[in-house]
């Protein structure tokens, strides 16, 4: 085995297993902007910015797929001001920061129904996705317009429609047919999801992928969430015996 020392903190990891896929519900951005007296849009920046850090970690230590809850079908509740923040901000990432991805081996693939995205959103989307998909190195996974709940929706209703078809067999539906149809379709599930602020609870993400996921809670907001808490968060999960319901 493979220990490394962090400098950033005293766990000691073992570089041998780390989890290949985390997830992370990044949580916290407007609590961090309030306890600042900023404005929200400030927090969602910071957020951002958060994020830009943790994929290099992750990639740094070797983590193969990362997948983060961006934006969910319930976020469009929000304030309308908040909602165009987001999205502007998310404009000016795709359009700056992950087309510099490309140089660093990483590959993006955005996971929800896009198509409620404004079009130049969409496109943007598709061009990166593109030109980043003969990427081997960490597999970035954006949640946008995401929801499990919505996700199995859709899954059901393209199965549904192959057994109305006459191509399948209701019988005949496995839970790796169910996997094949969701966003993640060849992607392995999670060994580790990460929630931060203090919540501890789902929040409708990847329902179907994290039945067997360790879980990480940390009171640290998203914006604050750094190397050290990535690397709390991942001893967590090497000191914890995963039995798969097997006893």
């Not at 990891?13 to 916290?28: C, L």
Request: glycine content about 6%; some cysteine; charged content about 30%.
């Amino acid at each position: 085995m493979f220990f490394q020392q962090t400098e950033t903190n005293n766990y000691e990891i073992d570089m041998e297993r780390v989890p290949q896929h985390i997830a992370i519900i990044m949580d916290g951005n407007g609590r961090w902007a309030k306890k600042r007296f900023l404005p929200r849009k400030a927090g969602h920046k910071a957020g951002a910015e958060a994020l830009e850090r943790i994929i290099e970690d992750c990639r740094d230590l070797g983590v193969k797929h990362l997948t983060v809850y961006a934006f969910s079908t319930e976020n469009w509740k929000r304030s309308q001001e908040e909602v165009d923040a987001i999205m502007d901000l998310l404009r000016q990432y795709l359009k700056n920061y992950f087309k510099k991805f490309l140089k660093d081996d990483i590959r993006l693939n955005v996971i929800g129904d896009i198509h409620r995205l404004d079009q130049d959103i969409q496109d943007s989307i598709l061009e990166i996705e593109d030109l980043s998909k003969d990427k081997t190195g960490l597999f970035v996974h954006i949640a946008l317009n995401y929801g499990g709940r919505d996700e199995l929706r859709r899954a059901i209703t393209k199965i549904a429609a192959e057994v109305e078809q006459g191509n399948l067999k209701a019988e005949d539906i496995t839970e790796e047919m169910i996997s094949d149809h969701l966003d993640t379709a060849n992607v392995p599930d999670p060994e580790l999801v990460i929630r931060t602020s203090g919540e501890e609870r789902i929040s409708n993400f990847l329902l179907w992928q994290i039945a067997y996921s360790e879980f990480f809670f940390t009171d640290t907001l998203w914006p604050d969430f750094n190397r050290a808490s990535l690397e709390e968060a991942i001893y967590y999960y090497q000191n914890r015996e995963r039995r798969f319901g097997g006893r």
